[in-house]
């Protein structure tokens, strides 16, 4: 058998008998230097690197100066972690071969396992200068501009080398890593696209894929490429997890507290997924169960300040004037997503509606020159009605990502992220009307809140708010963490502030539960 057709059955896998060949052609051609560094890359693919390092030693007593050789041995020593004895290897290999691209990009990834990136850039740097069409230097070069944060650069690179190789997977994987990091989606489709095309079944790319869908608001394309990702990975809890948030977006709440539980079967200790099934529960299957999830995010990340208000919300004793704004604004950004289908498809929220029907009936078109401010503004659900091209609508919310869901809408003149009582405090005689939907069942105590509206409004302003029922006297926090209010409370407190009731109606605006939730809606005025 030839050297040749030994070389073919290495390059068909079948490693055993390539082996026994050439050890029975070193046999007969013990100086065979090609034989020699073959039966070394047979080893080397075959894990067994002492062996195939013997097999060198003795090609390069032959050869000293064989560049190639000296690089497998290289590769060799950065394998087993031994980095100065590559450098020195490679510093001589450049020295004897100065036009030899491979031993310089094999010196930027010694580099970059040494963490000296800048080094790295250099050596590859080296290696494309004298091979312009060099792909794996490209790439590596690529991936330490990205670990030196030069993200614009590493697109450059990524970039160039689709102009070489269009179908290249992994600067395919790379650029859209980064342009997902840039938050560019649309982009980052296309080229995730192309990979899927080629390998169907590549797990990262299709979660990749389905968080850019997600992004895009594509949630059904998006839950599916996600269970196609669990098909490949079935026991990823991050998967099982998102399609928990997409669900839960889409206001299929019993199908969202399915998948978290699934996350959970396969990691009991999974924080985010304690944490989303404690909020949903509040919805969905109640204080009981809520606090449950609570309370094993809360072992599992001790001394969480958020999770620790909502346990102490949700335990027997609630005597809680008013609630941590922080808390407040963390509950909303988680609820942000699914907000708007939750409240109008599911709870068949209608406030809104009602608000703006009573300012007309009252004002007919006066509110279209009014200065308005919308307290708790969330995604716009109020605001919305009330918009016109002739006045100012302000909206304050504590909750960033609410306020980022309202942004994309045409409704507010100025976004405040704030909570609503220190954003009062200085403002005085400013706005025509005053909105507060839903928003005192996180308020508590309204003292303070009811005296800056007062001041905020202008002399003979509109206060237009609701607030949930409470059957016993004052005011308390509910097992579902809202406070609620008794009529001769609000009355007791408007009546402090000086304000006039206008109109009082007890209406159910929601449905919670399958029970309708009633509250008191008051327009006021000062």
Same mark, same amino acid.
């Given at each position: 058998?030839?050297?040749?057709?030994?070389?073919?059955?290495?390059?068909? /896998?079948?490693?055993? =008998?390539? $082996?026994?060949?050439?050890?029975?052609?070193?046999?007969?051609?013990?100086?065979?230097?090609?034989?020699?560094?073959?039966?070394?890359?047979?080893?080397?693919?075959?894990?067994?690197?002492?062996? *195939?390092?013997?097999?060198?030693?003795?090609?390069?007593?032959?050869?000293?100066?064989?560049?190639?050789?000296?690089?497998?041995?290289?590769?060799?020593?950065?394998?087993? &972690?031994?980095?100065?004895?590559?450098?020195?290897?490679?510093?001589?290999?450049?020295?004897?071969?100065?036009?030899?691209?491979?031993?310089?990009?094999?010196?930027?990834?010694?580099?970059?396992?040494? $963490?000296?990136?800048?080094?790295?850039?250099?050596?590859?740097?080296?290696?494309? !200068?004298?091979?312009?069409?060099?792909?794996?230097?490209?790439?590596?070069?690529?991936?330490?501009?990205?670990? @030196?944060?030069?993200?614009?650069?590493?697109?450059?690179?990524?970039?160039?080398?689709? =102009?070489?190789?269009?179908?290249?997977?992994?600067?395919? %994987?790379?650029?859209?890593? @980064?342009?997902?990091?840039?938050?560019?989606?649309?982009?980052?489709? $296309?080229?995730?696209?192309?990979?899927?095309?080629?390998?169907?079944?590549?797990?990262?790319?299709?979660? +990749?894929?389905?968080?850019?869908?997600?992004?895009? /608001?594509?949630?059904?394309? *998006?839950?599916?490429?996600?269970?196609?990702?669990?098909?490949?990975?079935?026991?990823?809890?991050?998967?099982?997890?998102?399609?928990?948030?997409?669900?839960?977006?889409?206001?299929?709440?019993?199908?969202?507290?399915?998948?978290? @539980?699934?996350?959970?079967?396969?990691?009991?200790?999974?924080?985010?997924?304690?944490?989303?099934?404690?909020?949903?529960?509040?919805?969905?299957?109640?204080?009981?169960?809520?606090?449950?999830?609570?309370?094993?995010?809360?072992?599992?990340?001790? &001394?969480?300040?958020?999770?620790?208000?909502?346990?102490?919300?949700?335990?027997?004793? !609630?005597?809680?004037?008013?609630?941590?704004?922080?808390?407040?604004?963390?509950? %909303?950004?988680?609820?942000?997503?699914?907000?708007?289908?939750?409240?109008?498809?599911?709870?068949?929220?209608?406030?809104?509606?009602?608000?703006?029907?009573?300012?007309?009936?009252?004002?007919?078109?006066?509110?279209?020159?009014?200065?308005?401010?919308?307290?708790?503004?969330?995604?716009?659900?109020?605001?919305?009605?009330?918009?016109?091209?002739?006045?100012?609508?302000?909206?304050?919310?504590?909750? !960033?990502?609410?306020?980022?869901?309202?942004?994309?809408?045409?409704?507010?003149?100025?976004?405040?992220?704030?909570?609503?009582?220190?954003?009062?405090?200085?403002?005085?005689?400013?706005?025509?009307?005053?909105?507060?939907?839903?928003?005192?069942?996180?308020? /508590?105590?309204?003292?303070?809140?009811?005296?800056?509206?007062?001041?905020?409004?202008?002399?003979?302003? %509109?206060?237009?708010?609701?607030?949930?029922?409470?059957?016993?006297? &004052?005011?308390?926090?509910?097992?579902?963490?809202?406070?609620?209010?008794?009529?001769?409370? @609000?009355?007791?407190?408007?009546?402090?502030?000086?304000?006039?009731?206008?109109?009082?109606?007890?209406?159910?605006?929601?449905?919670? +539960?399958?029970?309708?939730?009633?509250?008191?809606?008051?327009?006021?005025?000062?």
């Amino acid at each position: 058998m030839s050297l040749l057709d030994i070389k073919q059955l290495h390059q068909s /896998g079948r490693l055993e =008998e390539a $082996k026994q060949e050439y050890v029975a052609w070193l046999q007969t051609h013990p100086n065979d230097v090609t034989a020699l560094h073959l039966l070394a890359l047979l080893y080397i693919e075959m894990g067994d690197l002492d062996v *195939a390092y013997r097999y060198l030693i003795q090609a390069l007593e032959i050869e000293p100066k064989h560049a190639n050789v000296q690089l497998h041995m290289a590769n060799i020593f950065k394998a087993k &972690g031994l980095y100065d004895q590559a450098i020195q290897l490679l510093e001589k290999i450049i020295q004897e071969h100065p036009n030899f691209s491979a031993a310089f990009n094999n010196m930027g990834t010694v580099y970059f396992m040494q $963490k000296n990136l800048e080094k790295a850039v250099l050596a590859y740097e080296a290696a494309i !200068k004298l091979q312009s069409n060099y792909i794996d230097a490209y790439y590596n070069l690529g991936l330490a501009y990205n670990k @030196l944060n030069r993200k614009k650069d590493a697109k450059r690179v990524y970039e160039a080398m689709l =102009e070489l190789v269009p179908e290249h997977v992994g600067a395919h %994987f790379q650029l859209a890593s @980064l342009l997902m990091q840039e938050e560019n989606y649309s982009s980052a489709l $296309k080229h995730l696209s192309v990979i899927t095309n080629m390998h169907a079944f590549h797990v990262e790319t299709k979660t +990749n894929l389905a968080t850019c869908l997600f992004k895009l /608001g594509r949630l059904s394309e *998006a839950r599916s490429c996600y269970l196609e990702a669990l098909a490949l990975s079935p026991n990823d809890t991050q998967l099982f997890f998102n399609l928990g948030v997409i669900e839960a977006k889409r206001g299929h709440m019993h199908s969202a507290t399915d998948f978290y @539980l699934q996350a959970l079967n396969i990691n009991p200790h999974f924080f985010e997924a304690h944490y989303n099934l404690g909020v949903l529960s509040l919805r969905t299957k109640g204080p009981e169960v809520a606090l449950t999830h609570f309370q094993e995010a809360l072992r599992i990340q001790p &001394g969480h300040t958020i999770v620790q208000h909502l346990i102490n919300i949700l335990t027997p004793d !609630k005597h809680l004037s008013t609630l941590p704004a922080d808390f407040v604004g963390s509950l %909303f950004d988680a609820y942000a997503d699914h907000y708007d289908v939750h409240l109008t498809d599911v709870l068949h929220y209608q406030l809104p509606q009602r608000f703006f029907k009573w300012i007309v009936e009252l004002t007919n078109d006066a509110y279209r020159q009014w200065h308005i401010l919308d307290l708790g503004c969330g995604t716009g659900l109020c605001g919305k009605y009330f918009k016109t091209e002739t006045n100012k609508v302000i909206g304050v919310d504590i909750s !960033k990502n609410m306020l980022d869901r309202a942004a994309a809408k045409p409704i507010y003149d100025e976004f405040i992220l704030s909570d609503i009582q220190s954003f009062l405090n200085d403002k005085n005689n400013l706005y025509d009307l005053i909105l507060a939907g839903d928003v005192l069942g996180y308020i /508590g105590e309204l003292s303070i809140l009811f005296s800056r509206v007062n001041q905020a409004l202008k002399t003979q302003g %509109f206060f237009l708010f609701s607030a949930e029922m409470n059957e016993e006297e &004052g005011f308390q926090v509910t097992a579902f963490g809202r406070f609620v209010y008794s009529r001769s409370y @609000l009355n007791q407190m408007l009546m402090q502030h000086h304000f006039t009731i206008v109109r009082y109606e007890v209406v159910a605006l929601r449905v919670e +539960n399958n029970t309708p939730v009633l509250e008191h809606v008051y327009l006021v005025r000062k």
